[in-house]
């Protein structure tokens, strides 16, 4: 639920920069001189007619090698969690001492147990699917740990986590000498010194549900900003905080909790266990950012996406970006069929020049369909929030994942350059996201408003800062075409990018059916 995901999404480093300087929050951070992993472009043709381009980066490969004493987890392969339910002074007046330990089973269903147990999916269950089967998630709940202070003292943490952090180290520490486990190398699963994840899901309601005002008590993702430890002994970085009623409706939050009712999850859509928000969280412990206007005057992505109001598979790009889906990237006039993005993990890319980073500009095509992880959330809506459209369709994003190569400053503020290339030893940030506390969000080269992650409507004269959430007139259907100078209203600088060239391509959707489209790119330049 966007009402409970503010401003630590690491992708955009989109704190609240107001209470601190860019000087005093970029000087905690270095680059450690590592190699990239991307290689040179790699291009697959392909019996279709249009080639493959293979992924440079990920958002792994971006923090790990250039953002200093911050990870993510691999988003490839294994990851490997520790999840710790903590335990408040307080906690029983939440939680019975009879459901302590069912609340604790609770949190291991939601993390790591079968679609069939939680009634939808579980994080690990999720993010197998939503991965095509390229990510493992798996771990440990541990027991309870009882930290000692009542849930007022971390309410009342407005610093940047500062008592969260500490409380994870506190944490950590407590589990390493509970006889739980051998060694916390296992929660490194690829071994760079950082543990993968720490999830610490708390003993008491989160604020809104608890109706109180906005503090700490809610669900986010941040960093301790550790330096990291060995292989055989990793230390914490990467964590979550969230509430255990993130799990329960108010219908069965009582007979799970044996006291409480408090509750912020949905389960009228048939679940049992509600893991949407910790779902949501995970995708910024793999380094994704939130798509959402934060001042809520707008609605960039439409609201239909995991990192937008936690409903859904994920986005494109977000799929892109994380290594698990490779783009088809017509480099002439071509005609070819795609395959549904839930299907397939199929998508185009349409591009001036695309080298295979996903940190660039370029326009993605998508043929949505309501099945796969999007069924439920089409089926049931999730709250108050976007539903999905009960339709197939394309959907064309508008994507500007441009980093900021950061060469110096200038009082409190970076200067540098944008680019698309990571190189060894230099310090990187997003140059844009969705999640200004403006209208848009600001790109440091110049300060033009631009989104990192932005859904075209089909209607040529629909505003860039539609508020407007999915539905089915925003989907590109059969004899549709697209071209940025047709819907130029829906572009900053009108026929040509954000970065000022021109696209270079137009797209005519000759057939768009239940299981694929037929497309044609033409090269215009």
């Not at 007619?49 to 993510?72: E, M, Q």
């Not at 230099?426 to 989104?451: C, D, H, K, L, Q």
Request: aromatic share 14%; glycine share 8%; proline share 3%.
């Amino acid at each position: 639920m966007k009402l409970y995901r503010k401003i630590f999404a690491l992708s955009g480093l989109t704190l609240a920069l107001a209470s601190c300087s860019f000087a005093d929050f970029y000087s905690a951070f270095s680059g450690d001189g590592k190699t990239p992993e991307g290689d040179p472009t790699i291009i697959v043709p392909t019996e279709r007619g249009v080639n493959i381009v293979k992924t440079k980066y990920t958002y792994k490969t971006y923090i790990d090698n250039y953002a200093g004493n911050k990870s993510v987890s691999p988003s490839i392969g294994e990851s490997h969690l520790l999840v710790i339910p903590v335990w408040f002074t307080d906690s029983s007046t939440y939680i019975s001492d009879a459901k302590k330990e069912s609340v604790r089973q609770d949190i291991q269903t939601a993390y790591f147990g079968t679609s069939s147990e939680t009634g939808w999916e579980s994080v690990s269950s999720y993010y197998k699917k939503d991965s095509f089967n390229k990510l493992t998630i798996s771990g440990k709940v541990s027991t309870w740990f009882s930290c000692g202070k009542a849930s007022s003292y971390y309410r009342d943490d407005d610093d940047y986590a500062t008592r969260t952090s500490a409380l994870v180290s506190s944490a950590v520490s407590w589990y390493k000498t509970s006889g739980q486990s051998t060694s916390l190398s296992e929660f490194d699963a690829d071994k760079d010194g950082y543990l993968d994840g720490v999830m610490l899901i708390y003993g008491a309601p989160d604020y809104n549900a608890a109706g109180q005002s906005e503090n700490n008590l809610w669900a986010y993702c941040y960093w301790t900003q550790t330096n990291k430890g060995s292989v055989a002994s990793p230390n914490a970085n990467a964590f979550f905080w969230a509430s255990y009623d993130f799990m329960y409706s108010k219908t069965n939050a009582l007979s799970r909790t044996g006291k409480s009712t408090y509750g912020s999850g949905i389960t009228s859509n048939g679940s049992v266990i509600d893991a949407h928000t910790y779902i949501h969280e995970m995708g910024h412990v793999f380094g994704l950012d939130d798509y959402y206007d934060y001042t809520y005057q707008y609605s960039p992505a439409a609201g239909f996406s995991m990192q937008d109001n936690n409903v859904g598979g994920h986005d494109p790009f977000s799929r892109l970006a994380l290594g698990w889906v490779e783009p088809f990237v017509p480099d002439k006039t071509c005609t070819f069929q795609v395959n549904t993005m839930e299907s397939s993990g199929e998508l185009v890319v349409l591009s001036p020049n695309y080298t295979g980073s996903p940190f660039d500009e370029y326009i993605i095509l998508e043929l949505y369909s309501p099945q796969g992880l999007n069924q439920k959330d089409t089926l049931f809506r999730y709250g108050g929030y976007a539903q999905g459209v009960n339709d197939v369709g394309v959907r064309v994003w508008h994507v500007d994942a441009r980093l900021y190569k950061i060469t110096g400053y200038i009082g409190n503020k970076p200067i540098g350059e944008v680019t698309n290339v990571i190189e060894q030893g230099s310090f990187y940030i997003n140059a844009t996201n969705n999640t200004s506390s403006g209208v848009r969000a600001i790109n440091y080269a110049g300060n033009e408003a631009y989104n990192i992650n932005h859904l075209i409507r089909n209607n040529k004269k629909n505003p860039y800062n539609d508020a407007t959430t999915l539905n089915v007139s925003m989907l590109f259907k059969t004899g549709s075409s697209f071209s940025i100078s047709d819907y130029s209203s829906q572009f900053t600088n009108g026929s040509k990018l954000n970065n000022k060239q021109s696209l270079g391509w137009t797209v005519n959707f000759d057939k768009v059916t239940t299981g694929s489209m037929t497309i044609t790119c033409t090269k215009t330049a």
